[in-house]
């Protein structure tokens, strides 16, 4: 059976529903802090909201939302004004064909190419090995460990903090 054609696109308000469903399903859930099993209406708010400063992005197959994934702005900080926390999730039926990598790839154009940000950091669970292995494919670099993480399955996971710098920082051409 031929694979539906993947459309990547802004994440509008009007996806929150979706994308909470996708945050919340089995197969996605347990690689983020989401929880199971609650209210798909508790993350809608949320999700409505315009955030300044960050990039939310969904994966569309055949119009239906099988991934999404953003860089969201950590603090409202000078300081650390150049940093965007990398988030994603892809619905569990469509994982290893490469949703994520497009997602991911988009984000970090906008990044390096529109957006001032220098620094983009995730966290990944250890036993992820699919997700870590993407991630140091694009760049990111393993900066440390944290013990007890997360609590997944009824046993507590380590997860892995990573980061990518900007490649080449935009510069004053002469």
Request: net charge neutral; with cysteine; hydrophobic share 45%.
């Given at each position: 059976?031929?694979?539906?054609?993947?459309?990547?696109?802004?994440?509008?308000?009007?996806?929150?529903?979706?994308?909470?469903?996708?945050?919340?399903s089995v197969g996605a859930f347990e690689g983020t802090l989401q929880m199971?099993?609650?209210?798909?209406?508790?993350?809608?708010?949320?999700?409505?909201?315009?955030?300044?400063?960050?990039?939310?992005?969904?994966?569309?197959?055949?119009?239906?939302?099988?991934?999404?994934?953003?860089?969201?702005?950590?603090?409202?900080?000078?300081?650390?004004?150049?940093?965007?926390?990398?988030?994603?999730?892809?619905?569990?039926?469509?994982?290893?064909?490469?949703?994520?990598?497009?997602?991911?790839?988009?984000?970090?154009?906008?990044?390096?190419?529109w957006a001032h940000v220098l620094r983009v950091e995730l966290t990944v669970?250890?036993?992820?090995?699919?997700?870590?292995?993407?991630?140091?494919?694009?760049?990111?670099?393993?900066?440390?460990?944290?013990?007890?993480?997360?609590?997944?399955?009824?046993?507590?996971?380590?997860?892995?903090?990573?980061?990518?710098?900007?490649?080449?920082?935009?510069?004053?051409?002469?």
């Amino acid at each position: 059976m031929p694979q539906p054609e993947i459309t990547i696109r802004s994440m509008e308000p009007e996806d929150a529903l979706a994308v909470s469903a996708l945050l919340g399903s089995v197969g996605a859930f347990e690689g983020t802090l989401q929880m199971p099993d609650i209210p798909v209406a508790s993350r809608v708010e949320t999700l409505q909201r315009n955030e300044p400063g960050s990039c939310r992005l969904v994966a569309l197959a055949g119009g239906e939302i099988v991934g999404m994934a953003g860089l969201h702005v950590l603090q409202p900080t000078l300081r650390r004004s150049h940093v965007r926390l990398l988030g994603i999730a892809i619905a569990a039926p469509w994982q290893g064909r490469g949703i994520g990598q497009q997602l991911i790839e988009r984000l970090l154009a906008w990044a390096d190419n529109w957006a001032h940000v220098l620094r983009v950091e995730l966290t990944v669970h250890v036993d992820n090995e699919r997700a870590i292995a993407l991630y140091r494919r694009l760049g990111f670099v393993e900066e440390g460990r944290h013990r007890g993480y997360a609590l997944k399955h009824g046993r507590y996971v380590d997860a892995l903090t990573m980061a990518r710098l900007h490649p080449a920082p935009p510069r004053i051409e002469s």
